[in-house]
């Protein structure tokens, strides 16, 4: 065990993201700190109402409801309560005292983005958001960092999942808002009052955010143009499916050139519901997940994919900036690895496990498909489904399966050892009743 | 102009990606400052061969031949020159003279990748590798700093362009392996010797690279099971189209629990022609592109999609990472952020120029739908398509626009003005021979 300097995190807010925040900077905290090179000490949780219900069960002797002594002292702050105030003021406070900031906090940062970053800037701390846009998905770090010797042109973001699920289901099963956006409600995707998602204030707020990253500029809430999905009828999204579109809420950052007033470049920043071609990568983001596709004048077409909600999946996020943080903190600033590796065994081929997909050419006689099942029984592959064609598929002219007397099995497996697997196929293969192994492929992406 | 700290960079190679890196270094000098921090000097390009012919055009006075004295005295060290040696000696000098090194060399990472680290842990300088890992896509900084406070259990890679665009043509087309690759390699998509991309060894080096970062440890390339696709036959790939798969080249990078021999934890990395369901987000991934798709307890599914190899894109990536040197050169890495930001003007949602669809309901006369084109036409928006409907269209009830006498129109424009298209929908809701304007959408992500 390393004897690690220990660094103070002061966590403020212990709603679904900043709660999972907790659980898991308690229970990995070995792991955590071998990633960061520093052990990540929770010294307390600042919540409103000690007694609240929360979605994770947390030692009551870390809650505080005395937020600004909480952060004195601390080496990094976790802001998760949202809201404007008083969670800029809070973070106004950390930094001053020389604190790093995490917070996920969108309202906070498209409002009053420019002041905190100043903040910053003045002490030398760093302030980290990945969690306030497209939740778990990595975009910030992306945008800032990996394409910071490129120039963006263009981002077409679906950045809110209540929306998305709603156009989403409204697509596939042709229903009309009212009843889904009900049906949201009662599963927990939109809030009572949906304002917020539907009329797109959550969207704009994050096409702010996303727009100031990729054109280093400052971009205010009100520079963004802001249309809800509620005109969005279930005539209209019949109509774009027939047309070959489905209608997606989008955030769409743009990079215009000589349209701005008095300078040669200006930018568009946007939010409305949008016909986008079936064929594109953001049609088939289903959901309530995010995408993010990103064109770059080098990089070209990029795109970003995941949960874009979601206690756990965004505390991810926020663990990511923390841990980033602490390696900073550690190193002055200069840590760019981790602190330990581990040496993990890697398993031999034929420890694997995965789905198997095994295509024989067998005699078609009575009881073939008994012993070729017998055979794999006994070799511990079950399976899953079973195919088998006599005749030849048409279009495979070079196929010699369907001579007279053979059959084609093709059969899925239920998850094997891969040792099993080809010990069972060797088998097979040297049975009478199997006349040739014609293929055996692995399934992966389950 | 602010007056920068000047940073001295050595690029090593200029082949297809060290030819745009040193343009884009030249060309983007200034943004390139601003986002670094530092101005940021190209002093040389070491080449084997100063007359050799090249993608871009290179000043002459800064090739040499000689890299060791060019790497003598530089803050950042670009490695583009491929191959083990003698990259490997000119990064262990870099590093031990205290540069950081930005390196797209995933051979070398994938055998020596300990030795480099090492090296650069002694010495506190950084080692950075975005472009040796599926080209323009930001994978390597999403793994090692978002997802650090997170535990990866899986990822299945796409990272092998050449094999992707054989094998996605060999589907679409039904087409047989040889005469693919003979056309990919007239295209360039493979190289005329295309061993180390269809029997997997590409894809290994990147799965060794990948599974080493996901996992923390350091995973050996002898350690990676690999097979090619050459195996793959017409045959097959009509055999798994028919059972709702396709067949990619997959890097699987897997995290087994209770199975490794002396850990109750071990690894598994491998790649091969493998089935995946039509339905998953990587079958849709096409021609050259890559594709990631991660699993991670927390965050869920989430997949980085883009361009996998080509020398501007591959650039993008190895650019990102020698700003983010430069920024932790300049910051004694404190740096977070970037020098300057601009002050962009945001335009008016009236200066966009976008693509529309209208849908009209009209009446159903002779001489109406040149009156809407001339409409269309006096406001400057250009029409690219129409449609005319007179019944109604099955499945809505509650659609008025069929009654007796009316005909529906959906019109799809060009690229407009939307100050244009706005008056101009104004002016056709106006006009006698438009019933009502059903609605306006505009279409995005062209």
């Known amino acids: 065990m390393i004897d690690y300097r220990r660094l103070r995190i002061a966590l403020l807010g212990a709603g679904s993201v900043g709660s999972q925040v907790a659980r898991l900077l308690l229970e990995h905290a070995d792991e955590l700190a071998d990633r960061s090179g520093a052990a990540l000490e929770l010294a307390g949780i600042a919540v409103r109402d000690l007694d609240a219900p929360r979605d994770v069960e947390l030692p009551r002797e870390l809650l505080t409801t005395d937020a600004e002594t909480l ?82 042109d263009r981002i077409v973001g679906i950045v809110n999942g209540t929306t998305n699920y709603i156009l989403d289901r409204m697509d596939v099963e042709g229903a009309e808002m009212a009843d889904i956006l009900a049906d949201a409600q009662r599963l927990g995707y939109a809030e009572a009052d949906p304002t917020g998602d539907v009329e797109g204030h959550d969207a704009a707020q994050k096409a702010a955010i996303l727009a ?8 205010p809430l009100e520079a963004v143009h802001r249309e809800g999905i509620t005109g969005v009828t279930k005539q209209m999204m019949d109509a774009a499916r027939h047309a070959g579109y489905v209608i997606k809420m989008v955030a769409v950052c743009e990079r215009l050139t000589g349209r701005g007033e008095a300078s040669d470049e200006a930018i568009s920043v946007r939010v409305y519901p949008a016909l986008i071609r079936r064929e594109h990568p953001l049609a088939s983001v289903h959901g309530v997940n995010n ?51 581990a040496n993990l065994p890697t398993v031999d081929i034929g420890q694997v496990v995965t789905r198997y997909q095994i295509t024989l050419e067998v005699d078609d006689r009575p009881g073939v498909l008994a012993r070729v099942a017998g055979i794999l029984s006994d070799g511990r592959v079950s399976i899953a489904t079973v195919e088998q064609t006599l005749e030849q598929t048409p279009g495979q002219p070079g196929d010699d399966a369907a001579e007279a007397g053979s059959a084609r099995l093709v059969i899925g497996t239920h998850k094997a050892l891969e040792q099993d697997l080809s010990e069972t196929v060797a088998r097979l293969a040297d049975d009478d009743v199997v006349e040739r192994v014609v293929s055996v492929l692995r399934v992966e992406g389950d």
């Open 291 to 341: 995408a993010v596709f990103v064109q770059a004048e080098a990089a070209g077409n990029l795109m970003f994919y995941g949960a874009g909600a979601g206690g756990v999946q965004t505390a991810s996020a926020v663990l990511g900036d923390v841990v980033s943080a602490a390696r900073r903190h550690i190193a002055g600033g200069a840590g760019v690895g981790e602190s330990t590796r």
């Open 71 to 152: 952060i004195v002292g601390s080496d990094i702050v976790i802001e998760l309560m949202g809201g404007i105030e008083p969670a800029r003021e809070y973070l106004l406070q950390a930094l001053n005292s020389g604190a790093d900031v995490v917070t996920g906090n969108k309202a906070l940062l498209a409002t009053h983005g420019a002041e905190i970053f100043d903040a910053a800037d003045q002490v030398g701390a760093s302030v980290s958001y990945e969690a306030a846009v497209a939740g778990a998905i990595p975009i910030i770090r992306p945008l800032r960092d990996s394409l910071a010797g490129d120039r963006v």
């Open 212 to 219: 100031s990253l990729a054109f280093h500029t400052t971009v």
